[in-house]
């Protein structure tokens, strides 16, 4: 069990060494405009993906979870993954 562990944390650590790279502004893009956008025009945006109609229509629905949140609480998460997203630089 030892060696296993040691085995996967050498693999994780050659191939996951990116993982603290800086974000890329895309990404950052679209998590604020997933809790700020309204539902049409972020449905826009993921067409630029060009992602299959039904990983759209999955993320469509999960929006239509966050939209019934109060916009302050959207923007307290917005402001909260700000943070992390400047804490990875």
């Given at each position: 069990?030892k ?24 990404l950052?893009?679209?998590m ?53 997203l400047?804490?990875?630089?």
């Amino acid at each position: 069990m030892k060696l296993f562990l040691s085995v996967l944390l050498i693999t994780l650590a050659l191939y996951c060494y990116e993982a603290n790279a800086i974000t890329c502004p895309d990404l950052a893009t679209d998590m604020t405009g997933f809790l700020l956008q309204e539902k049409n025009m972020y449905e826009k945006t993921l067409e630029k993906y060009n992602a299959p109609p039904e990983f759209i229509e999955a993320k469509m629905q999960v929006k239509a979870c966050t939209d019934e949140m109060s916009l302050m609480s959207r923007m307290l998460i917005e402001k909260a993954l700000g943070k992390i997203l400047l804490k990875c630089l």
